[in-house]
């Protein structure tokens, strides 16, 4: 009996870590909104695998709120001279903020980033080292904004990174990117967007659900 009692219990609690994990995962298409441009193609935008994180904040302050975001942009073009098409993906946030002094944003989010750590060009054929090892920084700069959201209450929207693109098609991704709001006195809303915006001024823009940052 024992020994049924525990594999039932077992059973059991991994009944309720698959319905508690359900609960949280967000793969997939999360939204995507399309618009037909001035040129008569059609400009698609899409957030996929959309999560916000968020974590106690490193600084104990009870007017800070801290998270991790991971997800993806994704955008199509259709129709005629979509293959030339040309403009800006961006990725960011509508905040809504209680009544509260100085509220301000910060993000950060380092790109997948290569470094020379002590390489050595020594040539085992002639035996002769002619450059000594070399160590880097990474190559590749991270990506930091920081914004003054002003006086509460209100809404505010930030545009956390933005990228050039070309072509029909095209993606980004973000993995674990920071970010932090200092100075608000209540709970905090985030509402993840995407946007697309091409050279000719044409603008297409998704929104995602909101995220309480408590």
Known sequence: MKAISRVLLAMVAAIAALFM??????AGLDNELSLVDGKGRTLTI??????????????RNRLTREWFHSGKAVYNVAGDGAKDFAGTLELGYQIGFPWSLGVGINFSYTTPNIALDAQDFFSPVTGFDPIPGISTPPLFPGVSISADLGNGPGIQE?????????????AVAVS????????????VLLRPYARLISKDGDSVTTYGEPWNMN
């Open 158 to 170: 930030v545009a956390t990174f933005s990228v050039d693109v070309e072509g029909d098609h095209g």
């Open 46 to 59: 899409q957030q996929w695998d959309t999560f916000l994180n968020g974590v106690f904040p490193l600084d």
């Open 21 to 26: 994990s359900a609960g949280t995962s967000h």
């Open 176 to 187: 674990n990117a920071h970010g932090t709001v200092t100075g608000a006195a209540g709970g």
